[in-house]
């Protein structure tokens, strides 16, 4: 079966070592995380995860089964199959001269991004979106020349049920 | 009521039914230990290496079903602890690991003896904990024996530094535990347990793979009756051994790398396959492409992460083995299964697996047989690791539920005399046995000691082939027979035993083998057989790695005679 990107997310206790815990089951059983994120969740005291990795489907359950079973987490799901809202926000400094800071600027507009620093050599641009928008940008950027980019990796949240009906069509046969 | 940390933990232990521990002191652990007088319900045993402290608390665990629970001091006191750990982790032994860390403010500066030592065992432990506040320790003391019983049992370390062991905290017995998110599934789904009923009800030629989840879940009986009602034969995985009657005629013993040949045969041609707290380990399973290609699978296992995992299943059903069974037997009819069972019987009678040649030197098969005979079968059989063990498992007859006590999933060398004392230490009016390679037995010799000091009366027989001999005999089969480093020198097994005021016989002719397992037996204290066994012979069967399972080798036959009856039945 081919190794695939999988988003999972992970609702844990908000304690030392558990970001650790997390990590090492991922590593122990041969996958490569592509990007991590963790903050506060709705509720007090529980972190949420966004986990990007690499993995067929079946080894993919399997390291859900095995962080379900930590001690401190709440909650696991592979929402890779889920309608869902996927957002990373990216920093990116681009080289920049006065000829070239007027076009600059306008793709920054196209993309809906904001210039967040403005130097004499360098423009800063702060870009959310998804994964497509973010490549197109860096895309589009690369030609300037691109000093630094820093992307905080992916959050992602399912969407919420507007047609009633269409919720049991993803009810998972969940017996066990 | 103000206690100091050293005093709660003594409480915590004595609330939870703990009366012995295992370990070793040092520093950073010695308050606690100067407080254990206080709480003399607490027998603390002394061994002479962390590693011994841990398999010897598995080996009470698993002789108990308690908690086992071990101490050792930091830094390198902790580290030698790990091979124990991760053998628990590994074989699913329910066990406390209580460390002593540098005290608070020495810690993250690389003090003397200090050692991450929850970093390190993250992998290997179900839960750990490095408690920063002494107010906290009655709450994890007792979510660590929660969470180390409870479910899959398995092992949880407390670290707990040096100041606070001696932190004048107020102490309130804690009482429930709150742990929300740990909670693990012991009933079956009904609807799948009905499944899985039609399932056998409707199978032609199905077959139990019986596990150690049979043992820890005390569930030998339902099995029994499984096996009965519906007239099932039954096999076992090395560490399932004991879990059903060997002597039962619907046993057909154990399946595996050197399992039964007629075993692993039935395994590989059955229609249903009900596995039973086992998780198809590698060496059970052998080539998993060609495991069982014939049957559904029926997964009857406590923990979700072992459904699936190597093997595809048909009906999973997660929950604790008995409270599955119960329901389960109620449901499967009872059923004539005579043609099936007569192939397993001629299988049996094709590939009997466990004869022994007639020979003049002392193979290693016969010995362990007469150990069987010499004790009729009624001694708890503690094993080291390697073509001893494999004997062990083979031809002593275990008739009685979790009488079998070995290292199977790490494999662990050294284990089987910690192991033995601590066996002991939960069974002593039992007869116990230690079946030991000269390889293992020399890692952790050193018991010896604490054996003579706790005055345990433990039978050693080392089959002493003067070789590390299972990777020897993988080098004869795979490598050429090109013998590097296996070749063993080892002491003068009976002179040492001696220098440790243990009581000790050198046997090296045939005639002598039953006289010294008579005296061993008659002797009232712990006693060492010598064993100088024929020094290349090979365990058989054997499914070479990349084969399936019912591509096993059979013994060569060789010049000699085979023994006219089977030797285990
Ligand atoms: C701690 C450890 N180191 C190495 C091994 C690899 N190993 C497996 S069996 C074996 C030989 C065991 O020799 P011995 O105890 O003399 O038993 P025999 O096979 O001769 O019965 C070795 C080295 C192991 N299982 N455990």
């Not at chain 2, 590693?51 to 629970?69: I, L, M, P, S, W």
Request: proline share 5%.
């Amino acid at each position: 079966m081919a190794a695939t990107k999988h988003t999972l997310v992970a609702l844990v206790e908000d304690r030392p070592g558990v970001l650790n815990r997390v990590a090492s089951l991922f590593r122990r059983r041969g996958f490569n995380i592509q990007s991590i994120t963790v903050g506060h969740s709705e509720t007090a005291g529980i972190s949420r995860m966004t986990i990007v990795a690499d993995g067929t489907n079946t080894s993919v359950e399997q390291v859900r089964k095995q962080l379900d079973k930590l001690v401190e987490t709440i909650k696991v799901s592979d929402i890779t199959a889920e309608d869902r809202v996927e957002r990373e926000l990216a920093l990116i400094k681009v080289k920049s001269t006065s000829a070239t800071r007027g076009e600059i600027i306008q793709i920054v507009d196209v993309f809906r991004a904001n210039i967040v620093d403005v130097a004499l050599d360098s423009l800063t641009v702060e870009v959310t979106g998804d994964e497509n928008k973010m490549n197109s940008l860096l895309n589009l950027l690369q030609a300037f020349g691109i000093k630094e980019v820093c992307r905080t990796g992916k959050i992602a949240m399912t969407r919420g049920i507007v047609n009633p009906g269409e919720s049991s069509r993803k009810q998972t046969a969940s017996e066990e | 009521m103000k206690m100091t940390g050293g005093q709660i933990i003594c409480d915590c232990l004595v609330k939870e039914g703990v009366d012995t521990i295992y370990g070793i002191l040092g520093g950073a652990i010695l308050p606690l230990y100067d407080t254990l007088p206080q709480f003399p319900q607490l027998h603390h045993i002394l061994v002479r290496h962390e590693q011994c402290a841990a398999h010897a608390a598995e080996g009470y665990a698993r002789a108990t079903g308690k908690v086992g629970v071990c101490f050792a001091t930091s830094g390198p006191g902790a580290t030698n602890l790990v091979t124990g750990i991760a053998n628990a982790y590994l074989d699913s032994t329910a066990m406390v690991a209580i460390t002593g860390q540098v005290a608070r403010r020495f810690i993250g500066k690389d003090a003397f003896q200090e050692i991450d030592i929850t970093g390190i065992t993250l992998p290997i432990t179900k839960h750990n904990y490095l408690v920063r506040d002494g107010a906290q320790l009655a709450k994890v003391m007792k979510e660590a024996f929660y969470i180390a019983r409870t479910g899959r049992p398995g092992p949880v370390l407390i670290d707990v530094p040096k100041d606070v062991f001696t932190e004048q905290v107020e102490y309130h017995s804690p009482g429930k535990v709150d742990l929300p998110n740990f909670k693990p599934t012991m009933k079956g789904h009904p609807a799948q347990i009905q499944k899985a009923a039609k399932m056998i009800n409707e199978a032609r030629k199905p077959v139990i793979i019986a596990g150690r989840g049979v043992i820890i879940s005390n569930a030998s009986p339902e099995l029994k009756e499984l096996a009965e009602k519906s007239q099932i034969p039954v096999v076992t995985t090395l560490l399932g051994i004991s879990s059903f009657p060997e002597s039962h005629v619907l046993s057909y013993r154990w399946i595996g790398m050197h399992g039964m040949g007629y075993a692993n045969m039935a395994v590989n041609n059955a229609d249903l396959v009900i596995a039973i707290g086992m998780r198809f380990d590698d060496r059970a399973t052998a080539e998993v492409s060609g495991f069982a290609s014939h049957a559904k699978i029926i997964h009857i296992d406590i923990d979700p992460a072992e459904i699936g995992k190597n093997v595809p299943v048909d009906v999973p059903i997660v929950g604790d083995v008995k409270a599955v069974l119960g329901p389960l037997n109620k449901l499967v009819e009872a059923a004539q299964r005579g043609e099936w069972l007569k192939q397993l019987d001629d299988w049996r009678r094709e590939h009997p697996s466990t004869d022994i040649r007639e020979t003049s030197s002392i193979l290693p098969q016969y010995v362990i047989n007469q150990i069987y005979h010499n004790t009729n079968g009624d001694a708890t059989i503690v094993t080291g690791v390697g073509q001893q063990q494999m004997w062990a498992a083979q031809h002593y007859t275990y008739n009685h539920p979790n009488t079998f006590i070995s290292s199977g999933g790490l494999g662990t060398m050294g284990f089987g005399l910690p192991a033995a004392v601590g066996v002991k230490m939960g069974r002593p009016e039992g007869t116990v046995w230690l079946i030991d390679g000269d390889g293992s037995f020399q890692m952790t010799l050193h018991e010896l000691a604490t054996i003579q000091q706790e005055k345990l009366n433990i039978k050693i027989a080392i089959m002493n082939n003067g070789f590390l001999g299972m990777v020897r005999q993988w080098q004869e089969l795979f490598h050429g027979k090109r013998y590097v480093a296996t070749p063993l020198w080892g002491p003068d097994f009976v002179k040492l035993a001696e220098a440790y005021g243990i009581a000790a016989v050198k046997v090296r002719r045939k005639d002598e083998v039953i006289p010294a397992i008579q005296q061993a037996m008659s002797y009232d204290g712990p006693f060492l057989i010598d064993f100088g066994v024929e020094p290349e012979e090979n365990v058989y069967p054997m499914v070479p790695p990349g084969a399936s399972l019912s591509q096993f080798l059979e013994m060569p036959r060789k010049e000699e005679a085979l023994w006219p009856q089977r030797s285990t039945l």
